[in-house]
T-cell receptor
Framework: QKEVEQNSGPLSVPEGAIASLNCTYSDRGSQSFFWYRQYSGKSPELIMSIYSNGDKEDGRFTAQLNKASQYVSLLIRDSQPSDSATYLCAVKTGGFKTIFGAGTRLFVKA | NAGVTQTPKFQVLKTGQSMTLQCAQDMNHNSMYWYRQDPGMGLRLIYYSASEGTTDKGEVPNGYNVSRLNKREFSLRLESAAPSQTSVYFC????????????FGQGTRLTVV
């Protein structure tokens, strides 16, 4: 079992819709959870971080964490074509390692 | 503020050749990482260094060695390159606290022929 699992997609949504991205992790001791966005040929860049159970909102982005279910999600409201990218879920373990999922490719159709 | 700087950006090697990828960060971060990224595989951790003087294996360490030269620099060495090591390599760094994210270099595209 991979430590961090994501559906590879692609996920295709129309412009203006809500995109929902999901991630599960295996290490119950994990403390910090991150969502990165990566455009083709570029480096990953952080868009959201979350550390406590519940929701965290930042503009059009909402991260959700459920430690009991070992589940993290990212919602993108009012999706725009510029949101088309690969979204990487990352988990920082107690041993300072940051492990990434394989990423979900998102396409937002104009 | 340069952040994380990797060199080179592109490299072509012949099978069996050796090379070192260099990485330096100017954010005073304790932790540094080397990842490789292959299509459909996401970022896979090769080695990491939680602090100066320590290094640990990640998910895919075979065929690689690392050196944490000082707090700023973390290098990745391929002693005898193989075609399976063709990939994009990213160096990253982060603070020691749990809530600090990783910052990435611009990546090195390595092709082994």
């Amino acid at each position: 079992q991979k430590e961090v699992e994501q559906n590879s997609g692609p996920l295709s949504v129309p412009e203006g819709a809500i995109a929902s991205l999901n991630c599960t992790y295996s290490d119950r001791g994990s403390q910090s959870f991150f969502w990165y966005r990566q455009y083709s040929g570029k480096s990953p860049e952080l868009i959201m971080s979350i550390y406590s159970n519940g929701d965290k909102e930042d503009g059009r982005f909402t991260a959700q964490l459920n430690k009991a279910s070992q589940y993290v999600s990212l919602l993108i409201r009012d999706s725009q074509p510029s949101d088309s990218a690969t979204y990487l879920c990352a988990v920082k373990t107690g041993g300072f390692k940051t492990i990434f999922g394989a990423g979900t490719r998102l396409f937002v159709k104009a | 503020n340069a952040g994380v700087t990797q060199t080179p950006k592109f490299q072509v090697l012949k099978t069996g050749q050796s090379m070192t990828l260099q990485c330096a960060q100017d954010m005073n971060h304790n932790s540094m990482y080397w990842y490789r990224q292959d299509p459909g595989m996401g970022l896979r951790l090769i080695y990491y260094s939680a602090s100066e003087g320590t290094t640990d294996k990640g998910e895919v360490p075979n065929g690689y060695n690392v050196s944490r030269l000082n707090k700023r620099e973390f290098s990745l060495r391929l002693e005898s390159a193989a075609p399976s090591q063709t990939s994009v390599y990213f160096c990253a760094s982060s603070g020691v606290n749990r809530n600090t994210e990783a910052f990435f270099g611009q990546g090195t595209r390595l092709t082994v022929v």
